[in-house]
């Protein structure tokens, strides 16, 4: 198994925050298209581990 880039998981941790941290002001999307939003971000990085 492969180690995960330290730099790498912050950057997804950021921007995962980021997104959240949007969300929680405008409440544009509901949880469950924030929670598809967010399971896109997280596979786009981990293909990006490869």
């Known amino acids: 198994m492969k ?23 405008s409440k544009a999307k509901s949880d469950q298209k924030m929670s598809e939003e967010l399971q896109k971000v997280i596979v786009d990085y981990a293909k990006r581990r490869y």
């Open 3 to 25: 180690e995960i880039k330290k730099q790498l998981l912050q950057d997804m941790a950021f921007q995962v925050l980021h997104m959240e941290r949007k969300n929680l002001r």
